[in-house]
């Protein structure tokens, strides 16, 4: 009877399973069918997709869809992930139905109309992901009924209306919201009964939100980053909720209508209550309505504190001495207030510190020379106050300083030489003080000086020391107003990137150089009041780029052109200079000569012109009889490479390099250009190569020239970040080099793959591959025996190995400079950049502009490539796409919208983001940072003006900094590449 019941027992669970599993698999297929027919419906509301990211989306099984990704047991989908496809319509309600959707990602699309309600049904939800699209309307109240939703980013659209009071009373999951960058109104609806026990970040930055800060965050007690800045919250600074913060590591609340509260007359409680925030490193209370003093508390603030901005305030009193307990700023801001009193020689213990803003305030006293132990600082900004007495002498210590302004004070003395120590100096600002005694040499031959030198409005004499000259990159310098003396150097002509030149009201005596009104970007020129004479220089009139130009009171004579810029001047430019005439209205008429005169002299002037050209006839008819000598050829100015047979490279036969490549199989080619392919190969020692074959047939006596050309490069340079050469093999009908095979490509292939969309980069390898490629380059230019102009530099001819350290490779047309520092002089022909077709060199959208004006190749040109290909790699934007026409250029465009809108230039940068990161909102804004500095590296590379292009030297060091800037608080890890979307630890 037992074994009966056991029988029946066992007969009735192996139905029950196959019946639950039947409807199980029923349920998951009709599961299924609902997530394709969901899809497909999201899909037919997408109206342009210009990367086909949605181009396989057509297959049976939407598993395999871009951007898709299903339970693997269940095969429902899981997350929907479209970053940065620049996709375009609206989202379909229809997207609801995907019932076991946990993460939702169209962020960095052009997704419109509103965020549907619907969403609120997604009751599995996680992560949604919105941001940088052009959303409007409303957010949806039911996406706070979403039990499990703990990231939200609805960022960077144009959302209006109030903040649904279910996002923060009901969603108590939420660990991550930004809504920042959007017009939404109303108070933060943060009330005493919400509890939000997760929270960790709330940014609502730059929107319309009134009130106060509501003193339920305090319920949050592990917030790590509160971002409210530019938005017009009003009340008093609280000292009751931040001290409930342990865990707080940001606190933005500047550019609002916040108060010093009533109940005391500086922030001293504020600061106070910041000191249980161990973790603090930012705070910012800038452009808000605070009074009172700053509180001696604000050294109690936590001594890992890096930034402190307290500018545009109305803070009175002193500065407090123990702001030096904050020994790890880097930062200090206390611009803009009324702040009295002294500097405390204490700041000096603030080591780490690299910008001091002091300026507009009521400082009084001397300049500690204290100061000048802060050895890394990169700005100093004392101006606007009262201070006294000298420049101290140890300003020489500090050799990053970058910006030193000084103006309008009461400084006095002389103008330290030892300033000169300062090489990395780009602005000095000395104006308005009581400066005396000449201007220092060493002062005047930094040439480091890149934006502008101002020493106006002080008591400085002697003459313009011809070491001026050498601030070659300078756009301005403003001498104005002083006691100098002495002529106007001409070498001052040698500033060629001047935009700027003011010499007004000064004792400067002789003409107007020529050289100097010749300057090819001159726009502003004042010489007015000194004592000037002779007549303008014909270079002032036929200037193309002067814009104001002031000549006034000095005794300058002869006639004044109509023509010209002269057409566009009026006569308050030449007043107090009796000797001008002209027909400008409110000049004197020029007298004209008698034809009496005109009469005798011109017999005399035909006479002369008629004997200097026969003599001139005689001459050359005699050199063209003379026969060339061994010496004449002694002295030419070039080496032609045709002489230079042999190279030092061991040869591999044709029969090798056959076998490597099977054949030059068409399956083993990797790339082709201009003049022939390359092949994948093994050696027989199992070397992996690359071989490039140069086309002989279609190139003729040209390729022969590119492969000697490369050949002549590449056995001259060694470097780590340049393409190496492992052999070559020549004969009559074939030419090829045989190199290492980069295994991860071009970054061409890189960015660009044909197999689907750009793989992007981290922001680590992003910046690792522009230092590399940048050294790469500094070494031909500087560094190699013979410089290099590389003429075609371009992601195509950027290679990657297998760590993705990128080396430059294709020196097909290349320019060899005889010797370092011979600029125009070229081992091959000296002619402009103009290939075998006739076009120019390089690559359409890379090639400098004044390459097309016939311009010779220059180390300035590639400068103006790299600059080009640092805006592509962060604008996502190659130069040759379609908006580009009708004259406009890559770096034209991110110049129209640099710096008012940044982000419409890194939308599409080729980046993506670590998968781990210790603090992503903190990430990301370092991030922006950095591709700021990286849009203004790339628009100083791109500048018209060859002379105003960086050295590619200086243009490592700003990719190091900004590298090792990323590495010190980027808080980021790498290792993990599963794809993860949501790290718990966001």
Not at 19 to 35: K, M
Not at 228 to 248: A, I, M, Q, R
Not at 454 to 480: C, H, T
């Amino acid at each position: 009877m037992t074994k009966m019941v056991n029988v029946l027992f066992s007969l009735f669970l192996f139905l029950f399973f196959h019946f639950s599993h039947a409807v199980d698999a029923e349920a998951e297929n009709n599961g299924t069918s609902t997530d394709h027919a969901a899809l497909l419906s999201f899909r037919s509301s997408i109206t342009a997709d210009p990367n086909n990211a949605l181009g396989n989306w057509n297959s049976t099984n939407h598993c395999n869809w871009t951007g898709i990704m299903c339970h693997p047991l269940k095969h429902r989908v899981k997350q929907v992930i479209l970053t940065g496809q620049s996709l375009e319509g609206n989202i379909n309600q229809a997207i609801s139905a995907l019932s076991f959707l946990a993460v939702l990602d169209l962020s960095s699309n052009f997704f419109s109309g509103s965020i549907p309600a619907e969403l609120g049904m997604l009751s599995r939800l996680q992560q949604l992901s919105l941001s940088d699209n052009l959303f409007t309307g409303p957010i949806p109240p039911e996406l706070g009924f979403l039990p499990k939703l703990s990231y939200v980013d609805m960022s960077g659209n144009m959302l209006s209306g109030f903040i649904p009071d279910t996002l923060f009373c009901n969603s108590t999951s939420l660990q991550y919201i930004d809504l920042s960058n959007n017009s939404l109104t109303g108070e933060i609806p943060y009330w005493t009964q919400c509890q939000l026990p997760n929270l960790r970040f709330l940014l609502l930055w730059s929107n319309y939100l009134r009130g106060p800060i509501p003193q339920s965050l305090s319920n949050s007690s592990i917030l790590q980053w509160i971002d409210l800045e530019s938005n017009y919250l009003t009340g008093g600074l609280p000292s009751n909720v931040f001290d409930k913060l342990p865990l707080l590591q940001s606190l933005y609340l500047s550019y609002n209508n916040l108060s010093t509260p009533d109940s005391h007359a500086n922030l001293g409680p504020f600061f106070a209550s910041l000191r249980n925030s161990t973790k603090l490193q930012e705070i910012e209370l800038a452009g808000n309505n605070l009074h009172g003093w700053v509180s001696p508390l604000i050294g109690q603030v936590s001594p890992s504190l890096r930034q402190l901005h307290l500018e545009d305030n109305q803070f009175s009193g002193p500065i407090p001495a123990t702001i030096s307990f904050l020994v790890n700023l880097t930062y200090l801001n206390l611009s803009n207030n009324h702040i009295n009193g002294s500097i405390p020689p204490d700041l000096c213990r603030l080591q780490k510190l690299e910008r001091l803003y002091l300026m507009n305030n009521e400082l009084t006293g001397e300049i500690p020379p204290a100061i000048g132990d802060i050895t890394h600082l990169g700005l100093v900004d004392f101006s606007g106050n009262n201070l006294s007495g000298t420049i101290p002498n140890t300003f020489a210590n500090l050799t990053q300083l970058r910006r030193l302004m000084l103006h309008h004070n009461q400084l006095s003395g002389v103008i330290p030489s030892s300033l000169g120590n300062c090489v990395n100096l780009e602005i000095l600002d000395l104006s308005y003080n009581k400066l005396a005694g000449s201007i220092p040499t060493e002062v005047a031959a930094l040439s480091s000086l890149k934006l502008y030198l101002n020493l106006s409005n002080n008591v400085l004499e002697g003459q313009i020391p011809l070491e001026l000259s050498k601030m070659e990159d300078v756009l301005a310098i403003d001498l104005s107003s002083n006691n100098l003396s002495g002529a106007i150097p001409p070498q001052l002509g040698s500033c060629v990137a001047l935009e700027n030149l003011n010499l007004s009201s000064n004792r400067f005596s002789g003409p107007l150089p020529g050289s100097v009104a010749a300057l090819p970007y001159l726009q502003v020129l004042d010489v007015s009041h000194n004592r000037l004479v002779g007549t303008l220089p014909p270079s002032l009139h036929a200037s193309a780029t002067i814009e104001q130009l002031n000549v006034s009171f000095n005794n300058f004579s002869g006639e004044v052109s109509s023509e010209g810029i002269f057409a566009n001047l009026r006569v308050d430019s030449f007043l107090g200079n009796s000797g001008l005439c002209g027909s400008i209205p409110g000049l004197p008429r020029c007298r004209t000569k008698s034809l009496l005169h005109r009469r005798t002299f011109l017999p005399v002037i035909a006479t002369l012109a008629g004997t200097t050209f026969v003599l001139l006839f005689i001459v050359l008819f005699i050199r063209s009889n003379r026969k060339p000598t061994i010496e004449s050829f002694k002295t030419k100015s070039f080496i032609d490479i045709d002489e230079e047979k042999e190279y030092d490279y061991p040869r591999i036969t044709y029969r090798q390099l056959v076998e490597a490549t099977k054949g030059f199989s068409e399956s083993r080619l990797i790339g082709a250009g201009h003049f022939g392919q390359v092949y994948e190969g093994t050696l027989h020692d199992k070397t992996r190569i690359a071989v490039k074959v140069l086309d002989t047939r279609n190139g003729g006596v040209e390729i022969s020239g590119s492969f000697k050309r490369e050949c002549q490069v590449l056995k001259r340079t060694r470097h780590r970040n340049l393409i190496r050469v492992i052999t070559t093999c020549s004969r009559p009908d074939f030419k090829a080099l045989v190199l290492p095979l980069m295994p991860n490509g071009s970054l061409e292939t890189y960015l660009y793959p044909s197999d689907g969309p750009s793989r992007g980069l981290y922001l680590h390898e992003l910046l690792s591959i522009l230092i590399d490629v940048a050294e790469g380059m500094a070494y031909l230019h500087h560094y190699s025996p013979v410089k290099v102009v590389h003429c075609d530099l371009k992601p195509s001819n950027v290679l990657l190995d297998d760590d993705m350290r990128a080396v430059v490779s294709d020196f097909g047309i290349a320019k060899l400079v005889r010797e370092r520092g011979d600029e125009n002089s070229f081992l091959a022909e000296s002619a402009p950049c103009n290939s075998m077709t006739g076009l120019l060199q390089g690559s359409v959208g890379y090639i400098a502009p004044e390459y097309g004006l016939g311009g010779n190749p220059s180390i300035k040109g590639d400068v103006y490539s790299f600059g080009v290909l640092i805006l592509e790699l962060i604008s996502g934007k190659r130069p040759t796409d379609t908006m580009f026409h009708e004259g406009l250029t890559l770096p034209d465009w991110v110049k129209n919208q640099y710096p008012h809108d940044i982000d419409a230039i890194v939308s599409r940068a080729h980046l993506r983001d670590p998968p781990l990161l210790s603090n992503p909102i903190y990430y990301n804004k370092l991030k922006r940072d950095i591709l700021v500095e990286l849009v203004e590296l790339g628009l100083v590379c791109t500048q018209i003006s060859p002379a105003m292009r960086p050295a590619m030297v200086d243009a490592v060091h700003e990719i190091t900094i900004l590298k090792e800037d990323l590495e010190k608080h980027g808080g980021f890890e790498t290792s993990d590449q599963s794809g993860s979307t949501l790290d718990s630890s966001f």
